[in-house]
């Protein structure tokens, strides 16, 4: 080695001056790269910001699922061992019945294993088409109907079909998180209508009017509602499609997911409003009713135009969604047996159980959901508030404390467009709800 160094000197000293510039920079070039490689965070960064310059701008300006997110980072908890309560996820607790199991089972020794028809079979969309009528009082024939992966599938195939750059698309906050970033994916521009927990989560129809200008093409309406758990009742709605009616060439989606899970009143389709029938896409799909999350099936019900355009989409995109999936729908919407009624029950029993818990907690205030499986809590009492180590800046900030500090898992409001709320998940059981709610009493109780 001293020798190597002798000799690299005494070509450097009576080396030609391009030879001494070229050495001095081959030593600066292993310099930067040495520096870079001792500061990891120079180092990722600066691959991170290689990696970010070839992502189109479309995936850029979406954000990360946050009831996603925050389900994934309480499994991780939970894989290490932490004794975490899980009330952040939008998910049935239940598992999927048995005779829905059966008819996959059945369908795969059937071989329904080829491709199946891009908008679904024919005959589980003429089993939907039976169902919007018996249940719905709605008239779509079978070619109106469209299976997707899902009601979050459905969704962005209706958005994309009808959403040009530039289109305003009004949502109403709190709204379910997918919808302003499927908006936004689609080049449209989301315009947010706030309804207050003053006036139960709901909007009032001067709201919804002047939020209307010559851009708005679409309306995303959901009742019961993901995150507040509110039903419209028939009388509210008349006074939002009447508005529908009076704007040409303005559509309404009417997410209906949740229309099985109510606990007081019933539930009302936008589209038996005859004089908008035209005008509104319902989507709809068997995840929550059916405890079927897993299974991605959801479906439209829409104007012919709609539908076409999109099995025109789906057909460039997922093709027909799994066959065997498609099967287990067909059995889960013709089903007969009591298990959509006991699974309504345990949400109805466990609804009043939290709600009962939550309003004996310092600085809570929330509205009693009529449906779905969520309650929305206004934390806003916390904000500004610490334990001496935390402080709570905003609603993530809560949902962070209380997972930390409690080991339950909620979702800030921030993601839903109401940022003084959490929401809180209790499609979970019994015992672990009255867990739950003693751990945030006493995480808040910290908190001054
Ligand atoms: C309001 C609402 N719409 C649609 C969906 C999508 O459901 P799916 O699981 O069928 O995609 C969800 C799921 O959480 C939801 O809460």
């Given at each position: 080695?001293?020798?190597?160094?002798?000799?690299?000197?005494?070509?450097?000293?009576?080396?030609?001056?391009?030879f001494?510039?070229?050495?001095?920079?081959?030593?600066?070039?292993?310099?930067?790269?040495?520096?870079?490689?001792?500061?990891?965070?120079?180092?990722?960064?600066?691959?991170?910001?290689?990696?970010?310059?070839?992502?189109?701008d479309?995936?850029?300006?979406?954000?990360?699922?946050?009831?996603?997110?925050?389900?994934?980072?309480?499994?991780?908890?939970?894989?290490?061992?932490?004794?975490?309560?899980?009330?952040?996820?939008?998910?049935?607790?239940f598992?999927?019945?048995?005779?829905?199991?059966?008819?996959?089972?059945?369908?795969?020794?059937?071989?329904?294993?080829?491709y199946?028809?891009?908008?679904?079979?024919?005959?589980?969309?003429?089993?939907?088409?039976?169902?919007?009528?018996?249940?719905?009082?709605?008239?779509?024939?079978?070619?109106?109907?469209?299976?997707?992966?899902?009601?979050?599938?459905?969704?962005?195939?209706?958005?994309?079909?009808?959403?040009?750059?530039?289109?305003?698309?009004?949502?109403?906050?709190?709204?379910?998180?997918?919808?302003?970033?499927?908006?936004?994916?689609?080049?449209?521009?989301?315009?947010?209508?706030?309804?207050?927990?003053?006036?139960?989560?709901?909007?009032?129809?001067?709201?919804?009017?002047?939020?209307?200008?010559?851009?708005?093409?679409?309306?995303?309406?959901?009742?019961?509602?993901?995150?507040?758990?509110?039903?419209?009742?028939g009388?509210?709605?008349?006074?939002?499609?009447?508005?529908?009616?009076?704007?040409?060439?303005?559509?309404?989606?009417?997410?209906e997911?949740?229309?099985?899970?109510?606990?007081?009143?019933?539930?009302?389709?936008?589209?038996?409003?005859?004089?908008?029938?035209?005008?509104?896409?319902?989507?709809?799909?068997?995840?929550?009713?059916?405890?079927?999350?897993?299974?991605?099936?959801?479906?439209?019900?829409?104007?012919?135009?709609?539908?076409?355009?999109?099995?025109?989409?789906?057909?460039?995109?997922?093709?027909?969604?799994?066959?065997?999936?498609?099967?287990?729908?067909?059995?889960?919407?013709?089903?007969?047996?009591?298990?959509?009624?006991?699974?309504?029950?345990?949400?109805?029993?466990?609804?009043?159980?939290?709600?009962?818990?939550?309003?004996?907690?310092?600085?809570?205030?929330?509205?009693?959901?009529?449906?779905?499986?969520?309650?929305?809590?206004?934390?806003?009492?916390?904000?500004?508030?610490?334990?001496?180590?935390?402080?709570?800046?905003?609603s993530?900030?809560?949902?962070?404390?209380?997972?930390?500090?409690?080991?339950?898992?909620?979702?800030?409001?921030?993601a839903?467009?109401a940022?003084?709320?959490?929401?809180?998940?209790?499609?979970?059981?019994?015992?672990?709800?009255?867990?739950?709610?003693?751990?945030?009493?006493?995480?808040?109780?910290?908190?001054?």
């Open positions: 080695m001293p020798y190597v160094r002798q000799v690299f000197t005494d070509a450097f000293i009576l080396g030609s001056p391009l001494r510039i070229v050495c001095l920079k081959i030593f600066f070039l292993f310099f930067i790269i040495y520096f870079i490689h001792l500061i990891p965070a120079i180092n990722i960064y600066y691959f991170i910001s290689l990696i970010m310059e070839y992502l189109s479309r995936i850029k300006s979406l954000s990360v699922s946050q009831t996603l997110a925050m389900a994934q980072k309480s499994r991780e908890l939970k894989a290490k061992g932490l004794d975490i309560i899980s009330l952040s996820l939008g998910e049935p607790d598992n999927t019945p048995d005779y829905i199991k059966e008819a996959a089972k059945k369908a795969i020794d059937e071989n329904y294993t080829k199946p028809p891009v908008p679904g079979y024919n005959d589980l969309r003429d089993a939907i088409s039976r169902k919007f009528r018996e249940e719905n009082g709605l008239n779509y024939t079978s070619d109106q109907i469209i299976v997707s992966a899902g009601g979050k599938h459905s969704l962005i195939n209706v958005i994309l079909s009808i959403i040009n750059p530039g289109d305003e698309v009004i949502i109403l906050a709190p709204y379910w998180v997918s919808y302003y970033d499927q908006i936004i994916l689609a080049g449209g521009k989301p315009v947010i209508i706030e309804a207050l927990i003053e006036n139960d989560f709901k909007i009032e129809p001067d709201q919804l009017e002047s939020a209307i200008t010559g851009k708005t093409r679409l309306i995303i309406f959901n009742s019961p509602s993901n995150p507040t758990g509110m039903v419209y009742s009388d509210e709605m008349e006074k939002i499609a009447r508005i529908v009616e009076n704007h040409e060439g303005l559509f309404i989606i009417s997410d997911i949740y229309e099985h899970i109510i606990f007081e009143g019933r539930h009302v389709s936008m589209a038996s409003f005859s004089f908008i029938h035209d005008r509104v896409i319902t989507v709809n799909g068997v995840s929550k009713a059916y405890a079927m999350t897993g299974w991605r099936i959801g479906y439209i019900g829409a104007p012919l135009w709609i539908a076409k355009a999109c099995n025109k989409l789906q057909g460039q995109f997922t093709s027909g969604v799994c066959s065997i999936a498609q099967r287990a729908a067909l059995a889960a919407i013709e089903g007969k047996d009591n298990s959509l009624q006991i699974m309504k029950e345990a949400f109805h029993r466990r609804r009043d159980l939290i709600c009962g818990l939550l309003k004996e907690v310092r600085g809570i205030r929330l509205r009693v959901p009529q449906g779905a499986f969520y309650v929305m809590p206004d934390i806003s009492y916390y904000l500004g508030k610490s334990d001496g180590n935390a402080m709570i800046n905003n993530d900030d809560l949902a962070l404390y209380l997972l930390d500090k409690a080991q339950v898992a909620v979702v800030g409001g921030d839903f467009g940022p003084k709320c959490i929401r809180i998940s209790y499609a979970n059981s019994d015992e672990l709800l009255v867990e739950a709610v003693k751990r945030i009493k006493t995480a808040l109780e910290l908190l001054n």
